[in-house]
């Protein structure tokens, strides 16, 4: 599946809800069923800076494709940040370097995340395409 169409289906699955309330309500819901990282991968090497509380993005690269683990000590943010690493997640080092996470805006999360949130988000986003790049240039 290439990234645009799972970024129509993520948009597909979170336009619904009528207003952002509902549509945080069900992110907070997705989180609470997202695994957990195992305590020896939250890291400081694994944290993204930036973010109200700690978040940790493990990526790797399997097979040729990107792969992407996160964790957070907020509901909100692994949810919103679990959103994301679903989005690259599978996709191969170009396309995540080439491709950012705008559906989040498109659906209306981004609008209403706190600023430390937002820097939070956008610092996750950078690093996941900057492991994109890496990837390809090795």
Known sequence: MTLQSRREELIAELEPFADHH???????????????LPADLKLDAFLIEGCTS???????????????????????????ASLVCEFYDGA??????????????AVGITQHLSPN??????????????????????
């Open 22 to 36: 509902e549509r945080f309500q069900y992110v907070i819901d997705r989180a609470k069923s997202t695994p957990t």
């Open 54 to 80: 700690n978040l940790w993005l493990v990526p790797s690269l399997e097979a040729g494709v990107c792969r992407f683990r996160c964790d957070a000590d907020s509901l909100i943010t692994k949810g919103v």
């Open 92 to 105: 191969t080092a170009q396309e995540v370097a080439d491709t950012d996470a705008d559906f989040l805006s």
């Open 117 to 138: 949130r937002r820097n939070g988000l956008t610092n996750l986003v950078g690093k996941i395409r900057a492991f994109g790049r890496a990837a390809v240039h090795s």
